[in-house]
């Protein structure tokens, strides 16, 4: 399978700290993507990452990407209660040719 | 939601019927994309088009079709409607496949009794 996997399955942090969340994947890829599903809604991209680059930042967010390790990790510094939420990574490569996605961690910030 | 909507929102039907999902977008993006959305699954792409009367399968279309008459409209049709349908679908909308990013819509929640 191409989809990658994201661990833990589930994360609970206090307000204020810091939420890691990793995929992992078994193919060669183009690029990673990171989204967020709030409850009940569709989901959001939060960043993209290319094979050629080792890590991203966007606002809070910090991405990084290992292709010798085929892994990326999602960082949210000063978790907020508003970041509660499911995150899901998302491939592009390999021989699908079509993004792919994990089942997602699900994330409780808590006050 | 980025100019996507998706109707209806929800929808009871029972086995045995047919249902058309319909996902409608404002962005005048090429690529359109079904998924469903299962617990312990996360998201599997069931078809996408890439323009007009241009559509492929994905990992899961057993059971499904789809058309695209028109840029901005994408449907979904269950043939004969199954309990294993069951499951909450989303449309996503994206300007290339894969090296770009998608946009979802708000998802339909479907029950098969």
């Known amino acids: 399978s191409q989809q990658g996997e994201e661990d833990p399955q589930a994360l609970s942090i206090q307000e204020g700290e810091n939420a890691t969340m990793n995929c992992s994947y078994k193919t060669s890829i183009n690029n990673l993507q990171w989204y967020r599903q709030n409850s009940g809604r569709g989901l959001v991209h939060l960043i993209l990452i290319r094979s050629n680059e080792r890590e991203k930042h966007s606002g809070r967010l910090r991405v990084t990407l290992d292709t010798s390790k085929k892994s990326s990790s999602l960082l949210i510094t000063a978790s907020r209660a508003a970041d509660t939420a499911s995150y899901f990574c998302?491939?592009?490569?390999?021989?699908?040719?079509?993004?792919?996605f994990g089942t997602g961690t699900r994330l409780q910030v808590t006050l | 939601d980025a100019g996507i909507t998706q109707s209806p929102r929800h929808k009871v039907t029972e086995t045995g019927t047919p249902v058309t999902l319909r996902c409608h977008q404002t962005e005048n993006h090429r690529y359109m994309y079904w998924y469903r959305q299962d617990p312990g699954h996360g998201l599997r792409l069931i078809h996408y088009?890439?323009?007009?009367?241009?559509?492929d399968k994905g990992e899961v279309s057993d059971g499904y079709s789809v058309s695209r008459s028109k840029t901005e409209d994408f449907l979904l049709t269950l043939e004969s409607a199954t309990s294993s349908q069951t499951s909450v679908y989303f449309c996503?909308?994206?300007?290339?496949?894969?090296?770009?990013?998608?946009?979802f819509g708000p998802g339909t929640r479907l029950t098969v009794l």
């Open positions: 088009s890439y323009g007009v009367k241009d559509t």
């Open positions: 998302a491939i592009y490569g390999g021989t699908a040719s079509k993004l792919t």
């Open positions: 996503a909308i994206s300007e290339s496949t894969g090296t770009d990013t998608q946009y």
